[in-house]
Antibody
């Protein structure tokens, strides 16, 4: 059973960089696409971007200038960095796996989510 | 980007009743690459349907998806107590993938 677990600071100051890591267990990170998705409290879901196990990335244009994703296959982890954060970036952040190796089929495995608050 | 509009915003039904949720896209969804998710408070979304009509692993057959192009529907044939939740549609045929705003199914 594949499991995903987000980790990282729960509080980030405005203008600083949000950094999160997702650790994948119960399966290999290889040959799948891995995404970050966020959800402000009481609101809907926003796809931030995805990374393939090779390191190739696709980002949401609305966040592209501030987002960097990376993958460490030796640790079965992938990471998110979001720069110049503001209060609007306060949200629950989820990591998730695309159901198919080609990157389609929705997201079949999700982490439990981690709340990141942007505040001084 | 493709905008997904879900209706109604809230659906008030009783256990045993049928639920019909709508998801309308601002443009045609490529290859019917549309998914549905269920989310309960404090939990991550759970994949129910992909490819507009294929049930994900372990999903009961009371959940069904249909539609094509710009109009999609999620049906729950007989609501069980555990089905009261928020449901989201998502298109993954065009980048960026986008989600609808959600439909809350609440107990009447």
């Amino acid at each position: 059973q594949v499991q995903l677990q987000e980790s990282g600071p729960g509080l980030v100051k405005p203008s600083e960089t949000l950094s999160l890591t997702c650790t994948v267990s119960g399966g290999s990170i290889s040959t799948y696409y891995w995404s970050w998705i966020r959800q402000p409290a009481g609101k809907g879901l926003e796809w931030i971007g995805r990374i393939y196990s090779s390191g190739s990335t696709n980002y949401n244009p609305s966040l592209k200038s501030r987002v960097t994703m990376s993958v460490d296959t030796s640790k079965n982890q992938f990471s998110l960095k979001l720069t110049s954060v503001t209060a609007a970036d306060t949200a629950g952040y989820y990591c998730a796996r695309s159901r198919s190796a080609a990157g389609y089929g929705g997201f079949d495995y999700w982490g439990q989510g981690t709340l990141v608050t942007v505040s001084s | 980007e493709i905008v997904l509009t879900q209706s109604p915003g809230t659906l008030s039904l009783s256990p045993g009743e049928r639920a019909t949720l709508s998801c309308r896209a601002s443009q045609s969804v490529s290859s019917n690459y549309l998914a549905w998710y269920q989310q309960k408070p404090g939990q991550a979304p759970r994949l129910l349907i992909y490819g507009a009509s294929s049930r994900a692993t372990g999903i009961p057959d009371r959940f069904s998806g249909s539609g094509s192009g710009t109009d999609f529907t999620l049906s729950i044939s007989r609501l069980e107590p555990e089905d009261f939740a928020v449901y989201y549609c998502q298109q993954y045929g065009s980048s960026p993938g986008t989600f609808g705003q959600g439909t809350k199914v609440e107990i009447k």
